[in-house]
């Protein structure tokens, strides 16, 4: 699995920095990040490997994590997301809304992005519900000075709310 990883984090680090030396903007890749690479020890280090290897600054770099992952072992994660802050990587909660939210770990976890799952997305032109909550979620991110992705905007109605 560690390989795997490792490969997952490499292949759109090169990919992204051989579309930036041809001049095809300064584009930013995301990566889901396992449970299992960051509780490993060298996270950090293996990123520094990467990011030498590929030539990619680390600000254009974001590591996604689910919720459920940052609670599995608090102490771990926090190490590893500030160890990763310092180089200057920037840190996004994937699918959030779902599973273990908790309000906490946004004051706990140095999160530069929320990613508002695709199952309130994806009917918010037709519930009142999913809005409320995304609208929620949004002003909240805001005013923690966060930025907000809207994860299956496929319809002009979503893209427009």
Same mark, same amino acid.
């Given at each position: ?53 590929? @030539? ?61 799952n695709q199952n ?15 609208s929620g979620i ?19 109605? @979503?893209?427009?709310?």
């Amino acid at each position: 699995m560690i390989p795997i990883g490792e490969f997952v984090l490499k292949t759109p680090c090169e990919d992204v920095k051989a579309l930036q030396d041809i001049g095809l903007g300064k584009a930013r890749v995301a990566v889901n990040i396992s449970a299992r690479q960051l509780n490993q020890l060298d996270l950090r280090q293996r990123l520094v490997k990467v990011l030498l290897n590929s @030539g990619l600054a680390p600000n254009f770099v974001e590591l996604d994590f689910n919720e459920s992952i940052l609670i599995t072992n608090e102490t771990t994660a926090m190490r590893s997301l500030h160890g990763l802050k310092t180089l200057g990587i920037q840190v996004a909660i994937d699918d959030f809304g779902t599973g273990y939210s908790s309000l906490s770990y946004l004051e706990k976890f140095p999160i530069d992005c929320i990613k508002i799952n695709q199952n309130f997305i994806s009917k918010i032109d037709r519930n009142s519900t999913n809005q409320v909550i995304t609208s929620g979620i949004i002003s909240m991110a805001h005013q923690l000075d966060m930025r907000v992705i809207a994860e299956g905007v496929e319809t002009q109605e @979503g893209l427009a709310f």
